[in-house]
């Protein structure tokens, strides 16, 4: 069966609408995590965090982001452990940090040519439980702002 040139076009776009729908579902959920850092930020509090919780969203420009998000991430890590400290509290696996460079880093041995086969296996899982470590800072840092006055 041959196909017209009317039929190739309308399968063309709805191939086009579906990496559209695809992408924006991606851009959808990188946001949410975005915003989590976002928050995990906003939670540290200002006295405890040297980057705004606004820099976060640099992370949503291509190629830039690559290195700004090692940025955030150690930043990050550092206002979640400024927090605990604050309020004597252990902090109980270092804001985040290692596993959150191992997915910004995994990130960029995708761009290695015999690496890059691996890489985006690697960063999926450590993305995934690095937004989940982070969500569970988001959780506990406001427990700590009532559970005791900060240590001077």
């Avoid at 949410?32 to 928050?39: A, D, E, M, N, Q």
């Avoid at 150690?74 to 985040?96: M, Q, T």
Wanted: proline share 5%; glycine share 10%.
């Amino acid at each position: 069966m041959e196909m017209s040139d009317q039929d190739a076009m309308a399968m063309l776009m709805g191939l086009g609408m579906f990496a559209f729908i695809i992408i924006a579902v991606i851009i959808a959920i990188f946001c949410l995590f975005l915003y989590s850092l976002h928050k995990a930020l906003d939670n540290a509090g200002a006295e405890n965090r040297d980057m705004s919780p606004g820099l976060v969203w640099l992370n949503l420009i291509p190629i830039f982001n690559w290195g700004w998000m090692i940025y955030t991430v150690i930043k990050v890590a550092e206002a979640i452990s400024k927090k605990h400290a604050a309020h004597g509290v252990a902090d109980p696996g270092n804001g985040g940090k290692t596993i959150g460079l191992v997915y910004s880093i995994s990130i960029l041995c995708g761009l290695i040519p015999v690496l890059g086969l691996i890489a985006p296996l690697v960063t999926l899982i450590t993305w995934i439980i690095y937004w989940v470590k982070i969500s569970g800072y988001n959780t506990t840092m406001p427990q700590l702002q009532g559970a005791a006055d900060p240590v001077a």
